[in-house]
């Protein structure tokens, strides 16, 4: 594993970024990185205690500026203030990371349909809600900027048991890549970045809460046991790859949605991937059997 700090000094020098969800998890992970770089960070969610203490913290570990600002995604009167505080306080804004989320495991039929809506309206209502807000005072502006959004794989396999997460994360993609080019004639730019298991609380406690369960089944909600590279992301890895698509380095790179899950994803994919298992050994055997197999019936 690598997971060294990967842009030079400076890169995101005179940008303001605002990251929603950023007080907690990978989102916090991000900010701290951007602000390394030398970015103004906001960062919001609904818990103003939180985001004043990961505000304090991160000024205090990186010498950067973070603005904190309670703003519920799903609330666009909210947001408008929000980036109104934004530009009040920085003087503009110049990216978006839509990194807020709200998910948990369940079958499909045990929930109800508020338990859905609530997972959508966080997840798609906020993240389009969010991007209409800015995009509309970017384009007022005639200002450039850049918008990343964080999706998961499942976006485009789906998923069984988080089903409204699926749903919701595939609606984001799509205004991905369809906005990257209907708004690229104002200089605004979309990409998405899909992680496969990262470990952080929210996500944790919501979808792997191995904690909780008898021995026996955690095997079975093990977070890395479908990744061929048998372990789970460093947040450093995603903050790399995060910083290099908020910055000037990818200019060129625009309705792009760039996986980061160590393999995950396209192992399931793979008619033949389940041979993985198959010892070394097993292989003689097998391809001894096949071709004396194919033998006999030439033969014949
Ligand atoms: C079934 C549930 C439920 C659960 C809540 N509900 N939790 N149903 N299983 N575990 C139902 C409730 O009963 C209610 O329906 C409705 O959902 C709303 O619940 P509230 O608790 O009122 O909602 P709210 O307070 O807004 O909380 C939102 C939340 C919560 C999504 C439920 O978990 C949250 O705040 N999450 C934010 C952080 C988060 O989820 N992070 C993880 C992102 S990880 P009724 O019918 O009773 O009114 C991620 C990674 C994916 O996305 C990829 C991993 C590899
Ligand atoms: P997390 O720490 O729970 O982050 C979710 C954040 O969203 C929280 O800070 C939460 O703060 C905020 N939020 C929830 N509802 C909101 C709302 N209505 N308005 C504003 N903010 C809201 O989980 P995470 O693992 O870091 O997830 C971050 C992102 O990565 C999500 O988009 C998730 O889908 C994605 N992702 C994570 C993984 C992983 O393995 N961790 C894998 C794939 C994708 P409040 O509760 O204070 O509002």
Not at 114 to 139: E, N, P, Q, S
Not at 165 to 191: C, D, H, P, Q
Not at 240 to 252: H, K, R
Request: hydrophobic share 40%.
């Amino acid at each position: 594993m690598y997971n060294q700090p990967m842009l030079r000094d400076g890169a995101l020098e005179g940008k303001v970024i605002v990251v929603t969800g950023g007080g907690t998890g990978l989102g916090k992970s991000m900010s701290k990185y951007f602000l390394e770089l030398g970015a103004k960070v906001v960062i919001t969610s609904r818990k103003m205690q939180v985001l004043e203490e990961t505000a304090h913290e991160l000024e205090t570990t990186t010498g950067g500026k973070v603005l904190p600002i309670a703003c519920d995604v799903r609330d666009y009167g909210a947001i408008e203030a929000m980036k109104d505080k934004t530009i009040a306080e920085f003087g503009g804004v110049h990216g978006l990371l839509n990194n807020a989320a709200g998910n948990f495991i369940s079958p499909t039929e045990r929930l109800s349909h508020r338990a859905i809506d609530t997972v959508v309206d966080i997840v798609l209502k906020g993240t389009y809600y969010t991007t209409l807000a800015f995009g509309k005072h970017w384009i007022e502006q005639q200002q450039k900027a850049t918008v990343l959004s964080i999706v998961t794989t499942y976006a485009w396999t789906g998923s069984a048991f988080v089903v409204p997460s699926a749903m919701a994360k595939s609606g984001v993609l799509a205004m991905t890549r369809s906005l990257a080019v209907e708004w690229a004639k104002y200089g605004i730019r979309f990409n998405a970045i899909a992680p496969g298991p990262f470990p952080t609380k929210g996500a944790w406690d919501r979808l792997f809460p191995i904690d909780a369960f008898p021995e026996h089944l955690r095997d079975r909600f093990s977070a890395h046991g479908n990744v061929p590279l048998k372990r789970v992301g460093e947040h450093q890895e995603l903050a790399n790859l995060a910083a290099y698509l908020m910055s000037d380095f990818s200019s060129y790179v625009n309705g792009e949605v760039v996986t980061i899950d160590g393999g995950e994803w396209i192992n399931g994919a793979g008619e033949f991937n389940h041979l993985n298992i198959i010892p070394n050994e097993m292989w003689d055997f097998i391809q001894a059997a096949i071709k004396q197999n194919t033998k006999t019936k030439k033969e014949e």
